[in-house]
């Protein structure tokens, strides 16, 4: 059924304009109509009361992790990780070993069912699961679609558990992008050998396709590459074709050198930054000068509250990084462009928000930005319109049962900690 948001304040997302409107979103039609009063008594149409509401383009995540959404409250592992290898290897290559279809599907809904709660209508994620690797896409693309999340998934392909499962990921993602649009995963250059990497550029390069990985996201990256390959990671990656393709995503790029930001800015390709995420491994600081326009943000599995990170990638980057109220808004909103851009469906301006925001301040298309920065949160996100469809009313997801998938979800992270608890390295 459409869905007529009456008497809005619209933003236009772009411009930041304010307008008062009657603004229709339909499915399959992925730009809105503004209609009139009189439309507004048309039968067969959902109607929204948006009196002294706020509206808006929804939001959408750069760089997430399904595969985490269970680890919320779980207990320490046995060894306190000292630098980021340990906390990889004691921490998430311990938790992702040990998923299986249940807890995936879990994860997934969990995780959609946030994302559309602080607003978000558009995921892409990065998933691990070595020991359940086949259909794995599959599973979080129903997932997501069950709650009405739009996405572009991809599998992380790594040699880290050996070369079958490597293998397993390659076919994992060609099966997934015969019929889906996704991306080809990495895990990162430290854990990607060559024959790998040319595999899965192979399979980019087939599929009409980008690469999605994680890029310097702590110096070890670096230190590995130069030893082991002799040149830098950026270096590696783009003499191995991975930067080809303007669909591809670099996550994180903390440590880099002058030719390699040169690299990416003239390259096309998109840097996302997960500074909260980088703020809890204690990896360091993101710093966007001299990368160019294309940053977007993501939360790196820490959360799905995107307007939670862009503020803290504006105060983290107020010692650390040339950010502003602008470039902060410009890096949480270049997703967009990143999808229309490729052409990815999902993203359409029959996405929509409606924040229930009574400001003690006059809001207007001046000052707008302070109140992204400084007043506006997900707590505000009241209802959320995902291609045209009412997936979220009064802060209540309609398209699925909330409780009865955190139940499933608590019962199924206990299982994970136990099994977890079994595993060598963890409690
Ligand atoms: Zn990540």
Same mark, same amino acid.
């Given at each position: 059924m459409p869905v007529l948001l009456k008497n809005a304040t619209f933003i236009d997302w772009q411009t930041l304009d304010f307008s008062n409107r009657n603004i229709l979103a339909e499915k399959n039609k992925s730009e809105i109509r503004f209609v009139d009063? *009189?439309? @507004? *008594?048309?039968?067969?149409i959902q109607v929204l009361d948006c009196t002294g509401k706020l509206v808006t383009k929804s939001f959408g995540i750069g760089h997430h992790h399904v595969y985490s959404a269970l680890s919320r409250g779980m207990g320490a592992p046995k060894k306190n990780p000292s630098g980021f290898l340990e906390i990889l290897k004691y921490i998430w290559w311990t938790l992702d070993k040990c998923l299986n279809e249940k807890m995936i599907e879990s994860s997934a809904l969990v995780t959609a069912m946030e994302c559309a709660r602080a607003g978000s209508t558009f995921v892409i994620d990065h998933h691990a699961s070595p020991f359940a690797v086949k259909g794995s896409l599959n599973i979080i693309a129903g997932a997501f679609e069950k709650v009405g999340v739009s996405h572009l998934l991809c599998y992380e392909i790594s040699d880290r558990d050996k070369m079958q499962i490597a293998r397993e990921g390659l076919e994992e993602t060609e099966e997934y992008l015969k019929n889906h649009q996704g991306l080809v995963g990495l895990h990162a250059s430290f854990t990607v050998g060559d024959s790998t990497l040319k595999a899965a550029v192979d399979l980019m390069k087939r599929y009409n396709s980008g690469i999605h990985i994680h890029v310097a996201e702590d110096i070890y990256d670096q230190e590995m590459c130069i030893r082991k390959y002799g040149k830098r990671v950026v270096k590696r990656l783009s003499q191995a074709g991975v %930067? !080809?393709?303007?669909k591809t995503i670099l996550a /994180? @790029? %903390? /440590? %880099? !050198?002058d030719d390699e930001k040169e690299i990416i800015r003239t390259s096309g390709c998109r840097v996302v930054e997960n500074c909260e995420s980088n703020l809890n491994n204690n990896v360091g600081y993101f710093n966007g000068k001299n %990368?160019?326009?294309n940053i977007m943000l993501g939360t790196d599995g820490m959360h799905s509250d995107m307007l939670q990170s862009a503020k803290a990638a504006f105060f983290v980057g107020q010692? +650390?990084? +040339?950010? +502003?109220y602008k470039s902060s808004y410009q890096r949480f909103r270049n997703i967009h462009h990143y999808i229309n851009e490729n052409e990815f469906t999902g993203d359409g301006e029959n996405n929509l928000v409606v924040l229930d925001y009574n400001p003690p301040t006059p809001v207007n298309k001046d000052n707008f930005l302070g109140h992204f920065l400084f007043g506006i949160t997900s707590n505000h996100v009241n209802d959320v319109i995902s291609n045209g469809k009412l997936i979220v009313r009064d802060r209540k997801i309609l398209t699925v049962d909330e409780d009865e998938i955190l139940n499933t979800s608590r019962e199924q992270a206990i299982l994970l900690w136990e099994k977890m608890a079994k595993a060598k390295v963890y409690k």
């Amino acid at each position: 059924m459409p869905v007529l948001l009456k008497n809005a304040t619209f933003i236009d997302w772009q411009t930041l304009d304010f307008s008062n409107r009657n603004i229709l979103a339909e499915k399959n039609k992925s730009e809105i109509r503004f209609v009139d009063d *009189e439309f @507004c *008594e048309t039968a067969g149409i959902q109607v929204l009361d948006c009196t002294g509401k706020l509206v808006t383009k929804s939001f959408g995540i750069g760089h997430h992790h399904v595969y985490s959404a269970l680890s919320r409250g779980m207990g320490a592992p046995k060894k306190n990780p000292s630098g980021f290898l340990e906390i990889l290897k004691y921490i998430w290559w311990t938790l992702d070993k040990c998923l299986n279809e249940k807890m995936i599907e879990s994860s997934a809904l969990v995780t959609a069912m946030e994302c559309a709660r602080a607003g978000s209508t558009f995921v892409i994620d990065h998933h691990a699961s070595p020991f359940a690797v086949k259909g794995s896409l599959n599973i979080i693309a129903g997932a997501f679609e069950k709650v009405g999340v739009s996405h572009l998934l991809c599998y992380e392909i790594s040699d880290r558990d050996k070369m079958q499962i490597a293998r397993e990921g390659l076919e994992e993602t060609e099966e997934y992008l015969k019929n889906h649009q996704g991306l080809v995963g990495l895990h990162a250059s430290f854990t990607v050998g060559d024959s790998t990497l040319k595999a899965a550029v192979d399979l980019m390069k087939r599929y009409n396709s980008g690469i999605h990985i994680h890029v310097a996201e702590d110096i070890y990256d670096q230190e590995m590459c130069i030893r082991k390959y002799g040149k830098r990671v950026v270096k590696r990656l783009s003499q191995a074709g991975v %930067l !080809d393709s303007k669909k591809t995503i670099l996550a /994180h @790029c %903390l /440590h %880099l !050198d002058d030719d390699e930001k040169e690299i990416i800015r003239t390259s096309g390709c998109r840097v996302v930054e997960n500074c909260e995420s980088n703020l809890n491994n204690n990896v360091g600081y993101f710093n966007g000068k001299n %990368l160019g326009e294309n940053i977007m943000l993501g939360t790196d599995g820490m959360h799905s509250d995107m307007l939670q990170s862009a503020k803290a990638a504006f105060f983290v980057g107020q010692r +650390n990084d +040339n950010i +502003n109220y602008k470039s902060s808004y410009q890096r949480f909103r270049n997703i967009h462009h990143y999808i229309n851009e490729n052409e990815f469906t999902g993203d359409g301006e029959n996405n929509l928000v409606v924040l229930d925001y009574n400001p003690p301040t006059p809001v207007n298309k001046d000052n707008f930005l302070g109140h992204f920065l400084f007043g506006i949160t997900s707590n505000h996100v009241n209802d959320v319109i995902s291609n045209g469809k009412l997936i979220v009313r009064d802060r209540k997801i309609l398209t699925v049962d909330e409780d009865e998938i955190l139940n499933t979800s608590r019962e199924q992270a206990i299982l994970l900690w136990e099994k977890m608890a079994k595993a060598k390295v963890y409690k």
